[in-house]
């Protein structure tokens, strides 16, 4: 059973950083897609960033050239650096994994999801 647990997420200020973390237990993150969504309140969630188990790595318009995505295989982690961010940011986001290893922006085809972390970017 694989089990994902999202830390790192905090209070900043328009224009700082973050980086979320994604432990994963059960299984080996190098034969998965890992991805990471987000919902901020009233929102649908939406897909943010993805990498497929042979480490191509996909990002939503909205994050490209500010968000980074990376993946240990020895620590089995999943990290999301987060650069320049702004109040739209602001949501809760999810570590998720699909066992398929492609990566497919519908959230339907992740079997896998973490509790998420609360990131809250102020003006």
């Known amino acids: 059973q694989v089990q994902l647990a999202e830390s790192g997420g905090g209070l900043v200020q328009a224009g700082g950083s973050l980086r979320l973390s994604c432990a994963v237990s059960g299984g080996s993150i190098s034969i998965y897609a890992m991805g990471w969504f987000r919902q901020a309140p009233g929102k649908e969630r939406e897909f943010v960033a993805a990498i497929n188990r042979f480490g191509g790595t996909s990002y939503s318009d909205s994050v490209k050239d500010r968000f980074t995505l990376t993946r240990d295989i020895a620590k089995n982690t999943l990290s999301l650096q987060m650069n320049s961010l702004n109040p739209e940011d602001t949501a809760v986001y999810y570590c998720?994994?699909?066992?398929?290893?492609?990566?497919?922006?519908?959230?339907?085809?992740?079997?896998?999801w973490g509790q998420g972390t609360q990131v809250t970017v102020s003006s």
């Open positions: 998720a994994a699909n066992s398929g290893g492609w990566i497919i922006r519908s959230e339907r085809v992740w079997g896998y």
